[in-house]
């Protein structure tokens, strides 16, 4: 995600930075408050819903990406398997799984106490999310659907190719 250059001393909140963001990148967006945002961002393997929240007192945006799929009850104890194991190799942010509803996502705060900018923190924060999502988002599809272990599944999509064909 290239860096814009823009004025952003402008946006009250980081909010109001990344509906900018949104609009440059042509991502579908909703306000649902002042200091809320949802955004719908087309991956390779799916539509990212990410809402973003901005905490005034704390100084603080909270990011979560949510996936299109439920996990079911049967693969409860592997899914949380392999949540653990990528929440080991990853620098920023972590997958939950609401055990309640079978919802999975990726969620990561990003404190901003006393910054007067944000640009480049609010896109590095949606750039770590995306990949996230997208890098590990057949791992998760393995072990739910395919009934994969989580070190298969993660052996699976973990493969880098190297040199050309």
Same mark, same amino acid.
């Given at each position: 995600?290239?860096?814009?250059?823009?004025?952003?001393?402008?946006?009250?909140?980081?909010?109001?930075?990344?509906?900018?963001?949104?609009?440059?990148?042509?991502?579908?967006?909703?306000?649902?408050?002042?200091?809320? @945002?949802? =955004?719908?961002?087309?991956?390779? $393997?799916? #539509?990212?819903?990410?809402? *973003?929240?901005?905490?005034?007192? !704390?100084? +603080?945006?909270?990011?979560?990406?949510?996936?299109?799929?439920?996990?079911?009850?049967?693969?409860?104890?592997?899914?949380?398997?392999?949540?653990?194991?990528?929440?080991?190799? @990853?620098? =920023?942010?972590?997958?939950?799984? $609401?055990? #309640?509803?079978?919802?999975? *996502?990726?969620?990561?705060?990003? !404190?901003? +106490?006393?910054?007067?900018?944000?640009?480049?923190?609010?896109?590095?924060?949606?750039?770590?999310?995306?990949?996230?999502?997208?890098?590990?988002?057949?791992?998760?599809?393995?072990?739910?659907?395919?009934?994969?272990?989580?070190?298969?599944?993660?052996?699976?999509?973990?493969?880098?190719?190297?040199?050309?064909?």
């Amino acid at each position: 995600m290239a860096s814009m250059q823009a004025n952003y001393d402008q946006f009250a909140n980081p909010v109001d930075m990344v509906e900018h963001l949104a609009t440059i990148h042509e991502w579908s967006f909703e306000r649902s408050a002042p200091d809320e @945002l949802t =955004l719908t961002v087309a991956g390779t $393997w799916c #539509d990212y819903h990410v809402s *973003l929240t901005w905490r005034e007192d !704390l100084e +603080a945006l909270h990011l979560a990406s949510a996936f299109d799929f439920r996990v079911t009850k049967p693969r409860l104890s592997e899914v949380h398997r392999v949540v653990a194991q990528i929440n080991e190799q @990853l620098w =920023l942010g972590h997958f939950d799984l $609401w055990q #309640d509803d079978g919802m999975l *996502l990726y969620r990561n705060g990003l !404190l901003l +106490a006393g910054a007067k900018t944000h640009e480049g923190q609010c896109e590095g924060l949606i750039k770590a999310a995306l990949e996230a999502c997208e890098r590990y988002y057949q791992s998760f599809q393995f072990v739910l659907w395919a009934g994969k272990s989580a070190e298969e599944a993660l052996a699976a999509t973990m493969l880098e190719t190297q040199g050309h064909a």
